[in-house]
């Protein structure tokens, strides 16, 4: 998602703690980034529109707390992606570690340990 890269620049100016709250506030609706952005984009191309027909919708005519609530949802977005990545790593890891703690494990057993449980599981030996 390039807004991601885009807001920052566009909120270059920062923000106020009331900016902020309003911001969060606007977030917990629970959409997804992209539906987010289409319901501002729905909404606000809308009021705007209805002030003057002839007046272009940019990011820059949104207010700061509905600026700051895209760019904290696009770098959200981003972030959760990450994370689900790094998640599949971590699992393969996980996967690695126990093979290797099972070869361990029998490593310094002793032969007839290994011809017990073949005995008792019925196998033959």
């Not at 959200?76 to 689900?84: V, Y």
């Not at 703690?101 to 030996?125: H, Q, T």
């Amino acid at each position: 998602m390039r807004a991601r890269l885009l807001l920052p620049k566009v909120n270059a100016q920062g923000a106020g703690q009331r900016t902020v709250r309003d911001a969060v506030t606007y977030l917990d609706n629970g959409l997804e980034p992209g539906q987010l952005f289409a319901s501002t984009a729905r909404n606000h191309s809308f009021t705007e529109r209805w002030k003057s027909p002839d007046r272009k919708i940019t990011l820059k005519s949104l207010p700061v707390s509905v600026r700051l609530a895209l760019e904290m949802s696009a770098h959200e977005a981003s972030e959760r992606r990450a994370l689900e990545g790094e998640l599949h790593l971590l699992q393969a890891e996980w996967k690695s570690a126990e093979e290797i703690a099972g070869i361990a494990d029998d490593m310094f057993l002793p032969a007839s340990v290994d011809e017990d449980l073949r005995r008792l599981r019925g196998e033959g030996g």
